[in-house]
């Protein structure tokens, strides 16, 4: 992030009233801007629902089932019964031509960053910013995507909601506040803030729950604490720079071993884990030789850190950053030349990765950037140009969804995630033709995505063959 979003920070959650943004998710509720989410998804279906005569990717397999259905009850897959087996009492929904398939899974993702750009962000009304967040999440789930691991921003208050279903939206997997050292990556002060005395208490970034500052292990240890306390299912540390900051370099390496050892026991204790935010080889060697089980970006890496990461069966959540049309906008000369060194990186992570056989996870990363968030489908579709499509897409279903499941007794969704499988959450898609021979059909969910269902609740079908 850019230095001055702390004056966004300041905005958000730190101004706002509570009269003001319940008043305002009441008008969003009601706003008929969001008339294209089937309004079903409020009420759990009545009876059972059988899809049938769809093929079925299954998140797994690099094939498709034929001649299976899915039965869908109380929210979860309850069987897959065969094609010509009749169900008693059930809806029946024809997906004949379509492919069904898991709801995708964006495991780097900004809830409350993600689509408003930097200058409306400084200049808008704060209870603007929340509203945009819970309209941005009825897009989400639109474009297919029915859980996101947010990587950063207090959006513990909009997960309530969209888990209550009074807003459309996917799951939210919460980090909380990412948590900074002084300097660090999530440190949004400007340097005429320094330095800081005692009586100054926290930053504005930190009262709005975007970064927590720590300093020392006593800090490190409350910080975590502190967001586990307000629900996090993993927690998010900076251990090295970012492209967008300007006093952290690119190539500093932040938290001290024992600063990250403080952030592992805390989370450990609480069942789930640590993920960093680094970019650097010797970064990324710190922070899993420190029992991080998540790197988070990472494209600098070099051949060891990735044998670290496949010999400690740590995690690597990766987003195809290549200096595109979809990256994030900069505006410093010296910004967009580390975008073209990452996306150098990119290109050499995905093979290093591949061939390590690391665990590897995907995510967008997208901030700030209202245009990108339109392109989620469009940059999974990119990962194909290493993984093929049927390994892109299984990274985005059940390659995620293992990553999920180790937030454990702190994973706020009791289920399987990322499969079509029986006992696993009904989040279906029905895609109009076959994404394991062209992935590029989940780059327009408008056009072809014909049905979104999440825990078995209908937010969009426009199949003809209905009854």
């Avoid at 059972?48 to 009850?73: A, H, K, M, Q, W």
């Avoid at 967040?133 to 207090?154: S, Y």
């Avoid at 506040?177 to 990556?185: F, L, W, Y």
Wanted: charged content about 25%; aromatic content about 6%; overall charge neutral.
């Amino acid at each position: 992030m850019r230095p001055e979003v702390q004056n966004v920070c300041a905005r958000i959650e730190h101004a706002i009233s509570r009269r003001t943004l319940l008043g305002g998710l009441a008008a969003l509720i009601s706003a008929p801007a969001l008339g294209t989410i089937s309004p079903a998804f409020a009420q759990p279906a009545s009876r059972p629902t059988l899809l049938r005569n769809g093929r079925i990717f299954d998140g797994v397999s690099s094939t498709l089932l034929e001649g299976r259905s899915i039965l869908v009850d109380g929210g979860r897959i309850k069987a897959m019964p065969g094609a010509d087996e009749t169900i008693a009492d059930a809806e029946i929904i024809d997906c004949t031509g379509k492919t069904l398939m898991p709801g995708l899974i964006d495991a780097h993702w900004h809830t409350l960053l993600a689509a408003i750009p930097l200058t409306v962000a400084m200049t808008a009304d704060v209870a603007y910013l929340h509203l945009v967040a819970a309209e941005e999440a009825q897009k989400t789930i639109l474009r297919g995507f029915t859980t996101v691991r947010d990587m950063g921003g207090p959006s513990f208050a909009l997960k309530r909601a969209i888990d209550e279903n009074r807003i459309a939206g996917p799951r939210i997997f919460p980090s909380g506040a990412m948590i900074s050292q002084t300097s660090g990556h999530g440190d949004f002060r400007s340097r005429r803030e320094l330095p800081r005395a005692f009586e100054m208490g926290m930053s504005d970034a930190e009262k709005a729950g975007i970064s927590a500052i720590a300093d020392g292990v006593p800090e490190v240890l409350r910080r975590t604490r502190e967001q586990l306390m307000l629900g996090a299912s993993q927690v998010k540390i900076m251990v090295g720079g970012g492209v967008s900051s300007l006093y952290d370099p690119l190539d500093s390496i932040q938290f001290t071993r024992e600063e990250i050892r403080a952030a592992v026991e805390a989370t450990s204790d609480w069942g789930t884990y640590v993920c960093a935010h680094v970019y650097t080889a010797p970064g990324i060697k710190r922070a899993l030789s420190n029992g991080v089980r998540c790197i988070e970006h990472g494209q600098l890496a070099d051949e060891e850190a990735v044998r670290q990461m496949a010999d400690t069966g740590a995690w690597w959540s990766i987003q195809p950053f290549l200096a595109d049309d979809d990256s994030n906008p900069k505006s410093l000369p010296e910004q967009r030349a580390m975008q073209e060194l990452i996306a150098e990186g990119t290109v050499r992570a995905f093979d290093l990765g591949r061939d390590f056989k690391v665990k590897m996870a995907w995510g967008t990363d997208i901030l700030f950037n209202p245009a990108g968030t339109r392109t989620q489908g469009r940059q999974l579709a990119k990962t194909a140009r290493w993984l093929g499509n049927d390994g892109a897409l299984r990274m985005a279903t059940s390659g995620n969804g293992e990553l999920l499941a180790l937030s454990g007794g702190r994973s706020p969704y009791k289920g399987q995630i990322g499969v079509l499988a029986p006992n696993a959450y009904a989040d279906i898609l029905a895609i109009d033709g076959n994404p394991l021979e062209d992935i590029s059909l989940i780059s327009d969910p408008e056009k072809n995505m014909k049905l979104i269902m999440k825990d078995g609740r209908i937010y969009k079908n426009t199949l003809a063959d209905q009854h």
